[in-house]
């Protein structure tokens, strides 16, 4: 694929992506691949790799002289890193950041706490690298850089545990911490209580402390949720 096709490519999945998760196309909404080559002045077969972006996500279903149908979000692969970036981008993105936050909070104490029996000492030292890293970006604004740390952090976390299933939860983590960034459900500097308690994660986790790195763990989601009520209630 050329890098025009590339662009036009990424154009057309976000657009439709965008509202497929926005609800401007229902479920049931059917979608002619001639009508979106039109619209969006692209080949059909652009369109057709478009649409089977779409079909891996679940977002659609394509059937001959049928056309692309759009499916409820029941169908949805709503783990999907891109999928979730799509609907935080929504007007739906309070209840989407809650939803997603729940999750964390019932998955990441438990990563935390699995972290202080598994992990490596690389993974201790980088735990305690990204931590302080935090700590470092937290002041002044610079939100971008402090999202790198928290990003990494949890990643470590996840990965640490040593279950393979937590450790591919980590793009979704990811995607929960732009999308808070990017739209602004964020203070415009990060909660220090929060930042400190990343520091003992790492300090618990470093000492093998299964039972403490899950209750700090637990205390960062609370926190989280308790900002959501605040930032997007």
């Given at each position: 694929?050329t890098t025009?096709?590339?662009g036009?490519h990424?154009?057309?999945l976000?657009?439709?992506?965008l509202?497929?998760?926005?609800?401007?196309?229902?479920?049931?909404?059917?979608?002619?691949?001639?009508e979106?080559a039109?619209r969006?002045?692209v080949?059909?077969?652009v369109?057709?790799?478009?649409?089977?972006v779409?079909?891996?996500m679940?977002l659609v279903?394509?059937?001959?002289?049928?056309?692309?149908?759009v499916?409820?979000t029941?169908s949805?692969?709503v783990?999907?890193?891109?999928?979730?970036?799509w609907r935080l981008?929504g007007?739906d993105r309070?209840?989407?950041?809650r939803?997603?936050?729940?999750?964390?909070?019932a998955?990441?104490?438990?990563a935390?706490?699995?972290?202080?029996v598994?992990?490596?000492p690389?993974?201790?030292?980088e735990?305690t690298e990204q931590?302080l890293?935090?700590?470092?970006?937290?002041?002044?604004?610079?939100l971008?850089?402090?999202l790198v740390?928290?990003i990494?952090?949890?990643?470590?976390?996840?990965?640490?545990s040593g279950n393979?299933m937590?450790a591919?939860?980590g793009?979704?983590?990811?995607e929960v911490?732009t999308g808070?960034t990017?739209?602004?459900?964020m203070?415009e500097?990060p909660?220090p209580a929060a930042?400190?308690?990343h520091v003992?994660?790492?300090?618990a986790?470093?000492?093998?402390?299964t039972?403490?790195?899950?209750?700090l763990t637990?205390?960062i989601?609370?926190g989280?949720?308790?900002?959501?009520?605040?930032?997007?209630?």
């Amino acid at each position: 694929m050329t890098t025009q096709a590339q662009g036009l490519h990424s154009h057309v999945l976000a657009t439709l992506g965008l509202a497929i998760t926005a609800g401007e196309y229902p479920p049931g909404t059917v979608l002619r691949t001639d009508e979106l080559a039109q619209r969006f002045d692209v080949s059909r077969t652009v369109v057709r790799e478009v649409v089977r972006v779409l079909e891996s996500m679940h977002l659609v279903e394509s059937r001959r002289r049928v056309g692309v149908t759009v499916l409820p979000t029941a169908s949805w692969n709503v783990y999907d890193p891109q999928v979730i970036r799509w609907r935080l981008a929504g007007a739906d993105r309070p209840r989407q950041l809650r939803s997603l936050t729940v999750l964390r909070s019932a998955v990441e104490p438990v990563a935390a706490g699995l972290a202080a029996v598994h992990a490596t000492p690389e993974q201790c030292r980088e735990l305690t690298e990204q931590a302080l890293g935090m700590v470092a970006t937290s002041r002044g604004r610079r939100l971008e850089e402090y999202l790198v740390h928290d990003i990494a952090f949890h990643r470590v976390v996840l990965n640490a545990s040593g279950n393979e299933m937590f450790a591919r939860l980590g793009d979704v983590v990811a995607e929960v911490l732009t999308g808070r960034t990017h739209h602004h459900v964020m203070f415009e500097d990060p909660d220090p209580a929060a930042v400190t308690l990343h520091v003992q994660v790492a300090e618990a986790v470093r000492e093998r402390d299964t039972a403490r790195a899950e209750e700090l763990t637990r205390q960062i989601a609370v926190g989280a949720l308790q900002e959501l009520d605040v930032l997007a209630p």
